[in-house]
């Protein structure tokens, strides 16, 4: 094989390792989306006329009503409420958990379509912390809204100790009155609306989202602050970078939302072991309050046109057939060497399986190091720092870490980083280490990029 050739292809294992993110976790990986979450069922802590169900009931054709779940012949997924059936006991409906938990990450959402827009409705797709007793592990609203409110809302929730700051990085209205995380005790928190100002806020959410067939967020969870960016199905080529499998934030324009704080507040104290969630109530303390200026369900026209909140859902199945998620894909990405499968919120537990990629040389010296042009290489590799027993000079091999797990260095914020060793000709023919760097600073492109991982 020609250096050309081999050059090409450390070339392509570079560009990974330089990446600002790389994949860690494909929710729709093996065609089996729900294996991944847990349904809960137990009452809506928000109050809502609801019921939520398991999956087997969600999932079932034999209850007078088309499934709330089920997987659509292009490979998406929805989710939705009953709209068959009338009932007395609240509307049926999903709201499903992430089996994993997170401490940082790139989270990016591609939907086609998400309820909202029905009077009575109340969306969400968000994150929450756990063990402490909320709101002591934060939560974060991605996207949420209620009835036939049109922008979306961004807002965070935490205890006492964090107020949000206004850099002006991003295109959504700070709301004022919303700047402690902590306000009412945590139920009103900090918010960041999309409420008529920033491009494309008329899509953002509900109704309008779902006329334009959708799009993508992305929310970046940094060790200072969360930025949150909406990417109408239109933005075509955003769409493309935010979805593969090397997502590079720094690239994108202006985020619709980035929440930063003052020097009080410890993010990582302040969320953590965070869970993905989606819902879909309906009424309860925001969409069926009579007080809730905002969208709540006596400030816009459904309750003059409805009546009272729960009755109208409990009676009108019809109004709630547009009340579903279309998921086209979810992706979890952490800064690092490249990775995928599960991973929770313990320290260590990160161990990727990036792809390897075998090259075959036919004598040890037709091959030129790239780093080093008058060294021979042998071989690359993760996470070792001795020479290998035997250096074979068959193949220039580039490894992944499938069987390694990354090191914990001490005294740097629990973050994982990836190092790997080049070998090369020494003395005598022996094998040497030529050059051990960060693989996200390597001679041939040095780049700085903050570098989180589970913690």
């Given amino acids: 094989m020609s250096f050309s050739k081999i050059a090409s292809s450390l070339a392509l294992f570079i560009a990974a390792a330089n990446a600002a993110y790389t994949l860690q976790t494909d929710y729709m990986k093996n065609g089996d989306f729900w294996s991944k979450w847990d349904f809960q069922t137990a009452a809506d802590p928000t109050n809502g006329t609801v019921s939520y169900v398991d999956q087997a009931t969600a999932a079932s054709t034999s209850m007078n009503r088309d499934p709330l779940i089920s997987k659509n012949e292009n490979g998406s997924y929805y989710m939705g409420a009953d709209h068959n059936t009338t009932t007395s006991a609240g509307r049926p409906s999903v709201r499903i958990q992430s089996q994993d938990s997170y401490n940082s ?63 002006g990085d991003f295109t959504a209205n700070l709301v004022q009155s919303k700047i402690d995380c902590n306000a009412g005790n945590g139920s009103d928190g900090c918010q960041i609306a999309d409420s008529g100002s920033a491009p494309n ?59 930063t704080f003052n020097d009080e507040c410890d993010v990582a104290s302040h969320f953590t072991n965070q869970k993905m969630i989606f819902d879909l109530t309906f009424c309860g303390d925001w969409a069926g309050a009579t ?55 313990l320290p260590g537990s990160y161990s990727p399986t990036a792809p390897t990629v075998s090259i075959p040389v036919a004598s040890p010296t037709n091959a030129t190091n790239v780093f080093s042009p008058t060294s021979t290489v042998y071989s690359t590799t993760f996470v070792t720092t001795t020479a290998p027993a035997s250096a074979s000079a068959a193949s220039v091999s580039v490894a992944d870490t499938a069987t390694t797990a990354l090191p914990q260095p001490s005294g740097h914020d629990g973050h994982h980083h990836s190092y790997w060793t080049l070998w090369s000709e020494g003395p005598n023919g022996a094998p040497q280490a030529a050059a051990t760097k960060k693989a996200r600073h390597l001679d041939v492109h040095k780049r700085f990029a903050h570098h989180h991982a589970l913690s």
């Fill in 105 to 167: 990450g790139l989270f990016v959402l591609d939907l086609s379509h998400m309820p909202g827009g029905e009077c009575g409705s109340w969306p969400a797709f968000w994150l929450l912390g756990y063990p402490a007793e909320w709101p002591a592990a934060g939560e974060v609203d991605i996207i949420e809204g209620v009835n036939n409110q049109v922008g979306n809302d961004m807002t965070l929730h935490t205890s006492a100790g964090c107020n949000l700051t206004n850099n």
């Fill in 201 to 259: 806020s008329d899509v953002s959410f509900g109704s309008g989202f779902n006329q334009i067939g959708g799009g993508v967020y992305a929310t970046e969870w940094l060790e200072d602050s969360f930025s949150i960016w909406f990417f109408p199905r239109t933005d075509k080529d955003s769409i493309k970078q935010a979805t593969g499998d090397y997502p590079d934030p720094t690239q994108w324009s202006k985020p619709l939302a980035k929440f």
């Fill in 291 to 345: 007080n809730q200026p905002d969208y709540g369900w006596n400030a816009n026209s459904c309750s003059t046109k409805h009546g009272e909140c729960s009755s109208f859902v409990n009676n009108n199945p019809d109004n709630f057939v547009d009340a579903f998620w279309t998921i086209n894909s979810l992706r979890v990405y952490q800064n690092g060497a490249p990775g995928s499968g599960n991973s929770s919120a």
